[in-house]
């Protein structure tokens, strides 16, 4: 198996937020917390596109590289999950991640920081697969249901996809080649390390 | 008193040895994805065997194939 990733085709995406609603409903997210979001580019302008964003799961991680208590871990499929009993929520995470996804309850009276929060890709975290404190701490495990993360799955258009990264891939590939355009994965090279359309040879991302 | 002295010196050089560490814990050990969650269906999707990595590591792939390739269920 690949590794897990996620697309979203910009040209399918309709900002109705079913994925961020799917995601909150799921996991029961607290109040201030949103695991994932969409994000419209050029509003109100013709042309305007709508991405849906959350954690990457980063092939090289810039979280886990800043993280001063090394808390993140990654599965074998390549999901980057956090223990949140070792974070101390120092939000070192929050400043490294390229897309925004380290998520801070406002937890104490005085909105102090707690533990980080991001998505899992429905994975769970290190405690007893689909236990109770598995649950509290970090979400439903799906992929230990044998089931895909629920915000791809609820997505109306299916403009976010997810799963194994060959089958995403060749999904997405065979619409490109259908409609004839749309082949721009945004935050595909800079999560994955892949070279994009227009990108110079050698760069990252 | 000098005897006083050098216990009372004694017992603080030896002051720090009874420290715990204060090194961040290393993380928990996960469970491989594979392995299931112990529920039954509808909780646990049907079509593979909690355990087995082929059989999960295809449901997905499968899952992922009917549930969002839309041009497979049309054309």
């Known amino acids: 198996m690949a590794r897990m990733k996620f697309i979203c085709d910009s040209e399918r995406c309709i900002e109705c937020n079913g994925c961020v609603t799917a995601c909150k409903n799921e996991h029961e997210v607290p109040w201030g917390v949103n695991r994932r979001r969409v994000v419209t580019l050029n509003d109100g302008v013709p042309g305007e596109r709508s991405i849906s964003v959350a954690c990457m799961h980063c092939s090289d991680a810039p979280c886990m590289a800043v993280c001063p208590v090394n808390c993140f871990y990654r599965t074998e499929e390549g999901v980057v999950l956090h223990d949140k009993d070792t974070c101390i929520g120092c939000g070192y995470c929050s400043y490294a991640c390229p897309f925004g996804a380290p998520q801070f309850p406002a937890a104490g009276t005085f909105g102090v920081r707690g533990k980080m929060d991001k998505c899992t890709f429905c994975a769970g975290g290190p405690e007893e697969h689909g236990s109770q404190a598995e649950f509290t701490k970090y979400g439903r495990n799906r992929l230990a249901e044998g089931k895909l993360p629920a915000c791809a799955e609820m997505c109306s258009t299916k403009a976010l996809l997810a799963g194994d990264g060959d089958v995403v891939a060749d999904i997405l590939r065979n619409r490109v080649l259908k409609r004839g355009k749309g082949a721009e994965v945004w935050g595909w090279g800079t999560a994955y390390g892949s070279r994009q359309g227009g990108q110079p040879q050698g760069q990252k991302s | ?75």
């Open chain 2, 1 to 75: 008193m000098r005897a006083t002295l050098v216990i009372t010196a004694a017992l603080f050089g030896l002051a720090a040895c009874g420290e715990s560490p204060q090194t961040a814990n290393r993380v928990k050990q996960d469970a491989a994805l594979f392995q299931g969650t112990g529920k039954a269906a509808p909780f646990q999707a049907g079509g593979w065997k909690a355990g087995d990595r082929t059989s999960w590591e295809q449901q997905l792939k499968t899952r992922a194939q009917q549930g969002q390739n839309d041009y497979a269920k049309v054309n």
